[in-house]
């Protein structure tokens, strides 16, 4: 019996097929292999010592996903001569979990805004907190009061900020923030999901740090789960990022790399259209008489359009505005819509309604949510790319009806 051939019936069902390959790809392929094969021990020896980068096993780094956060990153400095280092997780949720664990110690500090992401929000509260590290929420608009923070705050700090907030879009000016964070040696980390690199490039204002829900824009399509973390220090990103997101396992996986790396291809393109169409439907709703507040960058009326002028580059897919009346009125817009979906996501290439004081914004306490323009009337949309006209026809039938008095 040749002892070479291994060619039993249970043998062949059973051992990997080796990729017969003459011919590279033109495009990105899906290699969802768990581990990677090595000629001979040293060969072993040599990836496993050269981490990260080589292929050992696909917790530390896979050939489909490491590209994808890569091209993130280059992304975030394009047009520069910046050098930046990107990693692909799981989710959003777990790209802001990941930074903030491997940078934080008990007694540190989480400096940032009053109104988040309500799961960044819940995050910080329940499982940042819990492990003594302190949140500070500090309006960003108070540069006065972030100095006098600093100056006062015992421990390693960090900034954490979104750009514009979700939901009522207000804006923080990146460069003065990370003027003033770098004096005291903090680093500011910027959540970039609602723009992209196409509108906002925090790192080239001075940010150390960029996450990313790549579900939303990047990903753009609505059918793919993952978060992005990127960096202009190598060393941040080899020495406590890399090891965390490999120790703590929320990595991302072959086939949503390579859903992540399809929406890249038109993000461009895509983010352009989505900035036109939030543009018009913003200045439609903003003449709208049964409409109290239109709440969008782009609108001279917002308090912070000229800070979003000198950081954007257009400004934005997401806007929200606050119906007339009571909360009936605003249910009744938002189920008025028949081409908007009532969904809670954004960034995907349809118009997307949410009512943030019932869903993402219903565990934030109503008097501080009220205080940040968040009523029981506000309506957040994400823009789509369908055609305006389309667009703008929905919410005017939507909106068709006589406001009582109250
Ligand atoms: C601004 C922002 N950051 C982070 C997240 C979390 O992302 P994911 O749902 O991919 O975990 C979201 C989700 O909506 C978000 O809107």
Redo the contacts with the bound molecule.
């Keep these: 019996m040749s002892l070479k051939s291994f060619n039993h019936f249970e043998t062949l069902c059973t051992k990997p097929i080796k990729e017969v390959r003459n011919t590279a790809n033109h495009q990105l392929g899906i290699n969802p292999s768990s581990a990677f094969r090595f000629d001979n021990t040293a060969d072993s020896i040599k990836a496993f010592l050269s981490q990260p980068g080589s292929h050992v096993y696909s917790r530390y780094g896979n050939p489909t996903v490491d590209p994808v956060g890569q091209r993130i990153a280059d992304l975030e400095v394009s047009g520069s001569k910046t050098k930046a280092y990107g990693v692909l997780t ?7 979990h990941i930074c903030l664990q491997s940078l934080l110690l008990p007694g540190d500090t989480v400096i940032t805004q009053e109104i ?5 929000s819940e995050l910080l509260n329940k499982v940042f907190v819990p492990q003594k590290i302190k949140v500070l929420n500090l309006n960003f608009s108070n540069l006065i009061s972030l100095e006098k923070s600093l100056l006062k705050l015992k421990g390693n700090k960090v900034i954490y900020l ?1 750009t514009p907030v ?1 939901p009522n879009l207000a804006c923080v000016d990146i460069k003065a923030v990370s003027k003033i964070a770098k004096k005291f040696k903090v680093l500011v980390i910027v ?1 970039n ?2 723009c992209t690199a196409y509108i906002q490039k925090p790192l080239l204002l001075g940010a150390d740090i960029v ?6 824009f990047l990903h753009g399509h609505g059918v793919s ?3 992005a973390i990127v960096t202009k220090d190598k060393l941040l990103m080899h020495d406590k990022i890399w090891p965390f997101l490999k120790l703590i396992g929320s990595t991302s996986n072959a086939f949503d790399a390579w859903l992540i790396h399809l929406g890249l291809k038109t993000l461009h393109i895509r983010m352009q259209r989505h900035c036109d169409n939030a543009m018009a439907l913003a200045n439609y709703l903003d003449q709208h008489e049964n409409v109290q507040k239109v709440n969008y960058p782009g609108l001279d009326n917002h308090k912070d359009h000229n800070i979003a002028k000198n950081q954007m580059n257009g400004f934005g897919a997401l806007l929200s505005f606050e119906v007339k009346g009571s909360i009936q009125n605003a249910k009744r817009v938002m189920d008025g819509l028949s081409l908007a979906a009532i969904a ?4 995907e290439t349809d118009t997307m309604v949410l009512h943030p004081a019932s869903s ?1 914004h219903l565990r934030v306490d109503k008097k501080l949510r009220e205080q940040h323009g968040i009523s029981d009337t506000l309506i957040r949309v994400s823009v789509g790319i369908e055609n305006i006209e389309d667009i703008i026809n929905d919410f005017n039938i939507a909106l068709d009806f006589k406001i009582r008095a109250k």
């Design positions: 799981s989710s959003g949720m777990a790209a802001i988040l992401y309500g799961g960044t979104e979700n959540d999901t609602f996450l990313h829900s790549t579900t939303k789960m993952g978060g809670p996501s954004l960034g993402s």
